[in-house]
Nanobody, 125 residues
Framework: QSQLVQSGGGLVQPGGSLTLSCAASGFSFQYFVIAWFRQAPGKEREGISC????????NYRDSVKGRFAVSRDNAKSSVTLQMSSLEPEDTAVYYC??????????????????WGKGTLVNVSS
């Protein structure tokens, strides 16, 4: 069974840091783009970061650029999203997703094949 299992998340104060992890199983992880999405209450889901199959290319939404960092370990089939300088506006359910890619570089936020179940990040004092 192909799946993405998320961990991390929770309550953090503004200005704090949090790390989300996503562990893959059941598919050839090294051929897949991994993207992170979030959905805040009352808002549409948005893509915030993605990483290429090789890990050599990353992309960030402007609102998180410089504060979030995505990395992957293909040997462990896992991806990490490190979040710092968190703001109340970052409060959302965060999802990781995997999409098969025919190249080692580049990443995208569409046509994802597998999704994690989501984890809540609540930035509040």
């Amino acid at each position: 069974q192909s799946q993405l299992v998320q961990s991390g998340g929770g309550l953090v104060q503004p200005g704090g840091s949090l790390t989300l992890s996503c562990a893959a199983s059941g598919f050839s992880f090294q051929y897949f783009v991994i993207a992170w999405f979030r959905q805040a209450p009352g808002k549409e889901r948005e893509g915030i970061s993605c990483i290429s199959p090789s890990g050599g290319f990353t992309n960030y939404r402007d609102s998180v650029k410089g504060r979030f960092a995505v990395s992957r370990d293909n040997a462990k089939s896992s991806v990490t999203l490190q979040m710092s300088s968190l703001e109340p506006e970052d409060t959302a359910v965060y999802y990781c997703a995997a999409g098969q890619h025919g190249r080692t570089e580049g990443c995208f936020y569409y046509g994802m094949d597998y999704w994690g179940k989501g984890t809540l990040v609540n930035v509040s004092s």
